[in-house]
Each structure stands twice: as structure tokens, then as C-alpha cells.
């Protein structure tokens, strides 16, 4: 797939904020400095598309970005601060539950987890949270170019074990690298094969999204005919 645009639609600080739900939503998320925002601008081919923050938990808002005027691209607070108000963060990570949880448009979270790094207790929990919710997710480790691919291998090794006794068959597992590229292509391939999937289960094509006039009746419409989402990439 190729990203003729990326257009920023809005930083929501709650579901209720978020857009109307006609188009496909794909998240990443994961710890803070993960590498998430360095990726979201290597997958969109924009450098300034999100921020690549020197303070680790800086983005605390669901910032949303409207791609090829036929999916979104979900930037989600990351977990585990290291700085910040503890009351913002609680607030925040409620918005995230309620997005995760309850946001109908969701096809897949990318979960992003360091591939320089041992299995850590936080992403474990957090990806045990997504399973337990039945969010449809795949894996994604990061950085891979700081690390030798026996070194990445050991530690994806390591965190498929801690969570393999959870599925018959095992969630989808990327390396990527936001400075080299490396991952690029698979990750959008993931994203064109689910819309490919949806649009062949909806019997059409992803529809563009509608003009800011109709917003609001578009999103009462799909909250009022809320739809499943796909279960393609359910690993359970
Ligand atoms: P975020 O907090 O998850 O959004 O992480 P950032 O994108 O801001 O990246 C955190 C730090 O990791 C920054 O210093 C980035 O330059 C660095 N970084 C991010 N992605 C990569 C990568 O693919 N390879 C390497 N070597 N460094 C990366």
C-alpha cells in the first residue's frame, strides 16, 4: 500500500471526542519511547506527522489521522509514564480502555513492544489485557536496527513464550525499524489486507469520509447500527 495522504483530523482526549466511525481505525500503541511516533512517521512517510517527543509520555491525547481519505491512523497515549500528573495519566489511560474497548471502527491495534529488551511486566500485562478484551491486535518489536537479529530473537522468543499458554493460535508477530524502514511495507500489508477483508465483507469499498457537516448524524448513524468488527485477525 502506498500513503498518497495523511491528514491530521484531531486530538481527541476522550471517546466521545473521537470521529464518527465511518472509517476503518488502525492504533499503535505501546510503552513510552517505544519508538511509536518514529514509526507512525516512517509508516506515513511523513517526518512531522506525529511528534517524536524527548520527554517519554509527553502525547497524552488519541491523535487521529485520516490516510489515503479511506482509514484512520490511531496514535494512542503510550502507558507506563515515566513523567507526568498521575491524575492525568489515570484520565488519560480511561480514555484508552474506553477507545480500545468500545470503539466499533477498530480493525487492529499494533502493540509496540522494544526488541532490544527482555519480555517487560507492563507490556505483558497490557497485551494480556488486550486478549482478555478480545481487541484484535498484532505484535510489533521495534528498533530492530539496535540490535542483532539474534539478540531481537531471543527477546520475541522470550515474550512469545510468557504469553503463548493464552491462545491456541498466537497473535501476529512484526520487526520494524523506524530508521532503516525495515517492517515498513509488511505493517502496511497488514492494514491493506483487513481493509481488503472488510470491504469484501461489507460487500463494498471503503467509503471516503464525509464532509464535517455530516459528522455528527454519521456518527449517530454507525453508534445506532453498530457493527462487529472483523474477526480476521482474532488470534483466539
Ligand atoms: P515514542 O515515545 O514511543 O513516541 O518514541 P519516539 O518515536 O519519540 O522514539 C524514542 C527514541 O527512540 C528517540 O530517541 C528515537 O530517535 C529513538 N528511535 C525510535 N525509533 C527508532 C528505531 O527504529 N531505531 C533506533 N535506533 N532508534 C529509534
Given at each position: 500500500m502506498d500513503i498518497s495522504s495523511a491528514i491530521f483530523e484531531c486530538s481527541a482526549p476522550d471517546l466521545d471526542s473521537c470521529?464518527?466511525?465511518s472509517l476503518p481505525e488502525f492504533a499503535f500503541i505501546g510503552r513510552s519511547n517505544v519508538g511509536k511516533s518514529s514509526l507512525l512517521n516512517a509508516l506515513a512517510g511523513q517526518?512531522?506527522?506525529?511528534r517524536v517527543s524527548?520527554?517519554?509520555?509527553f502525547t497524552k491525547l488519541i491523535n487521529i489521522f485520516t490516510m489515503n481519505k479511506t482509514w484512520r491512523l490511531v496514535d494512542l497515549p503510550g502507558y507506563?509514564?515515566?513523567?507526568?500528573?498521575r491524575k492525568d495519566s489515570a484520565q488519560f489511560n480511561q480514555a484508552v480502555v474506553n477507545y480500545l474497548k468500545h470503539?466499533?471502527?477498530?480493525?487492529?491495534v499494533f502493540a509496540l513492544i522494544e526488541s532490544?529488551?527482555?519480555?517487560?511486566e507492563n507490556d505483558v500485562e497490557f497485551v494480556e489485557w488486550l486478549t482478555r478484551n478480545a481487541v484484535p491486535y498484532v505484535l510489533v518489536f521495534t528498533?530492530?536496527?539496535?540490535?542483532t537479529p539474534a539478540e531481537a530473537e531471543a527477546n520475541i522468543a522470550a515474550f512469545r513464550s510468557r504469553i503463548s499458554?493464552?491462545?491456541?493460535t498466537p497473535p501476529r508477530i512484526f520487526t520494524c525499524s523506524a530508521t532503516n524502514g525495515h517492517g515498513r511495507a509488511e505493517l502496511l500489508g497488514v492494514i491493506g489486507e483487513l481493509m481488503a477483508a472488510i470491504a469484501a465483507e461489507s460487500g463494498a469499498k471503503p467509503q471516503a469520509a464525509p464532509a464535517a457537516g455530516q459528522r455528527r448524524s454519521a456518527n449517530q448513524l454507525a453508534r445506532a447500527n453498530r457493527k462487529r468488527r472483523p474477526d480476521l485477525n482474532r488470534p483466539w
Amino acid at each position: 500500500m502506498d500513503i498518497s495522504s495523511a491528514i491530521f483530523e484531531c486530538s481527541a482526549p476522550d471517546l466521545d471526542s473521537c470521529p464518527d466511525e465511518s472509517l476503518p481505525e488502525f492504533a499503535f500503541i505501546g510503552r513510552s519511547n517505544v519508538g511509536k511516533s518514529s514509526l507512525l512517521n516512517a509508516l506515513a512517510g511523513q517526518a512531522g506527522l506525529a511528534r517524536v517527543s524527548p520527554t517519554p509520555g509527553f502525547t497524552k491525547l488519541i491523535n487521529i489521522f485520516t490516510m489515503n481519505k479511506t482509514w484512520r491512523l490511531v496514535d494512542l497515549p503510550g502507558y507506563g509514564f515515566a513523567a507526568g500528573a498521575r491524575k492525568d495519566s489515570a484520565q488519560f489511560n480511561q480514555a484508552v480502555v474506553n477507545y480500545l474497548k468500545h470503539r466499533t471502527n477498530l480493525c487492529s491495534v499494533f502493540a509496540l513492544i522494544e526488541s532490544g529488551l527482555p519480555p517487560q511486566e507492563n507490556d505483558v500485562e497490557f497485551v494480556e489485557w488486550l486478549t482478555r478484551n478480545a481487541v484484535p491486535y498484532v505484535l510489533v518489536f521495534t528498533k530492530a536496527d539496535k540490535v542483532t537479529p539474534a539478540e531481537a530473537e531471543a527477546n520475541i522468543a522470550a515474550f512469545r513464550s510468557r504469553i503463548s499458554a493464552w491462545f491456541e493460535t498466537p497473535p501476529r508477530i512484526f520487526t520494524c525499524s523506524a530508521t532503516n524502514g525495515h517492517g515498513r511495507a509488511e505493517l502496511l500489508g497488514v492494514i491493506g489486507e483487513l481493509m481488503a477483508a472488510i470491504a469484501a465483507e461489507s460487500g463494498a469499498k471503503p467509503q471516503a469520509a464525509p464532509a464535517a457537516g455530516q459528522r455528527r448524524s454519521a456518527n449517530q448513524l454507525a453508534r445506532a447500527n453498530r457493527k462487529r468488527r472483523p474477526d480476521l485477525n482474532r488470534p483466539w
